[in-house]
């Protein structure tokens, strides 16, 4: 089974804002199709636990995937991970193809694949808009967060089953830190819940037995939360919650492949180093793809070469724009549009709704890390409530003109500031979740650090 990449060796955070380059890292990934639930020690399991797996080739199916059968387990397997809102649409075709590995031709999982993609991504968030402000899984979420600043590692989505979450959950404890327990569902919950399972918690205590008393804890913070929480004080059995699964997607995970009927192949060379689910493949591609689902939100120090039969031009993203530089020294580089890459290989202009609002985030959480990414402020105020408390992580956001704010977990507290290069010194003050995403958005927004209108700050040497 996968294992997860540990979070060790972090680097200070506060104060210089120049970071180095960090590799992009996705720690999750869909579950082995063989990787069932166990029998464990506390984890109650029934019929209504077990995995179905499909290992071997449906007897409806044909080679070249053009059965039924194929056809379906590719639009099941899509909708949920369009659901979970952890992949963006390339990473989610990538992953059926791996996932279906066997099932049919690799070419054509992978065409029927883009298409699912687009339609269950258009289905979602056409269905997110009449979603509550605050959903089930979002309180889910903040119940998390609490447990974690109690000191108690909670990790949600975490590992590909529970033995794989028990064993690796000691990893997880933060540096210096004496954890008083741990709550963590795994990938197969997840993917269950999206089913209309509830979520199902393990929890217990690092070398000891798991407690009645750190289960009432974690089911004291869950129904805090507003969740239902079904869990009689018995340690043999899980925390259950029953819920309705609803994770918003935005920003690069809510970015739909487009389809066009004269759209061209594009020979994508990695320049840089520029890796991760939100970063193309190598090799050949759709050209309309490319603009759409990895152009907008490159890295600022990544380089792409892009090659069609036409043209080649590198590529590299200053600020919200694009630059193209041709072969020819004597054509001046081409500048677009962040959305507009498809403009630089000869295409028209695209059509689609783009974001005003624009930051550069360089971040790290338990699941994910970025170096100076073009982002809007619904995705970088997702990414701050990612951050987890007493692990130092961290989220830093540049304007267009280079105003800066900052933020990170200190202990159980929220610290955020600006930072003054000038004096060597600082601004800000500990702020809840809603305080950081005002002044996320104001940067986003309106181009300026706000952090002194927060009140009650403090200017000190970083």
Not at 425 to 451: C, F, K, Q
Request: net charge negative; glycine share 8%; charged share 25%.
């Amino acid at each position: 089974m996968p294992a997860k990449s540990g979070t060790a060796g972090r680097a200070p955070v506060l104060g210089v804002w120049v970071w180095l380059g960090w590799h992009f890292l996705a720690r999750w990934r869909p579950y082995p199709r063989g990787c069932q639930i166990p029998l464990l020690p506390f984890a109650a399991v029934n019929d209504d636990d077990a995995v179905l797996t499909a290992d071997a080739p449906s007897p409806d199916s044909t080679p070249d995937g053009s059965g039924p059968a194929v056809d379906d387990e590719i639009r099941a397997f899509v909708r949920r991970q369009v659901a979970l809102a952890v992949l963006p649409a390339a990473a989610i075709v990538a992953e059926t193809v791996e996932y279906l590995d066997g099932e049919a031709e690799p070419a054509r999982i992978e065409e029927l694949a883009w298409a699912a993609v687009a339609e269950e991504l258009t289905a979602h968030l056409a269905e997110q808009e009449s979603w509550p402000e605050v959903t089930d899984s979002d309180r889910l979420t903040a119940a998390f967060r609490a447990l974690s600043a109690a000191g108690i590692v909670a990790r949600e989505n975490f590992t590909c089953c529970q033995n794989c979450g028990l064993g690796e959950i000691g990893a997880e404890v933060p540096e210096g830190v004496v954890p008083r327990g741990y709550a963590f569902y795994h990938q197969q919950d997840a993917e269950r819940a999206v089913d209309g399972s509830p979520v199902f918690l393990a929890y217990g205590l690092f070398e000891r037995p798991p407690s009645v008393e750190i289960g009432e804890e974690v089911a004291a913070v869950l129904r805090a939360e507003g969740l239902t929480v079904h869990w009689a004080g018995d340690v043999g059995a899980r925390i259950q919650v029953p819920m309705v699964w609803r994770r918003r997607r935005v920003g690069r995970l809510a970015a739909v492949p487009p389809s066009r009927d004269d759209d061209v192949e594009v020979e994508v060379e990695l320049l840089t180093s520029w890796s991760g689910p939100y970063a193309p493949h190598k090799g050949v591609q759709s050209a309309a793809r490319l603009a759409a689902l990895h152009l907008p939100w490159m890295p600022a120090d990544a380089r792409v070469r892009l090659s069609t039969d036409a043209v080649a031009v590198t590529v590299r993203r200053e600020g919200g724009t694009l630059i193209g530089g041709l072969d020819d020294p004597d054509r001046p580089p081409a500048t677009v549009d962040r959305y507009d890459g498809l403009a630089l290989l000869g295409g028209p202009e695209t059509t689609t709704s783009r974001s005003a609002d624009f930051l550069e985030a360089t971040y790290e959480h338990p699941t994910g890390r970025g170096s100076s990414v073009a982002l809007e402020a619904m995705e970088t105020m997702a990414i701050a409530h990612k951050l987890q408390p007493h692990t130092r992580d961290f989220l830093s956001c540049v304007g267009r003109s280079g105003a800066v704010v900052q933020m990170c977990w200190e202990s159980d507290r929220l610290w955020l500031e600006t930072p003054h290069p000038e004096t060597a010194t600082v601004t800000g003050r500990h702020v809840s979740l809603a305080e950081a995403n005002r002044m996320i958005t104001i940067l986003a927004t309106e181009d300026r650090a706000a952090v002194g209108e927060l009140g009650d700050t403090v200017t000190k040497p970083w």
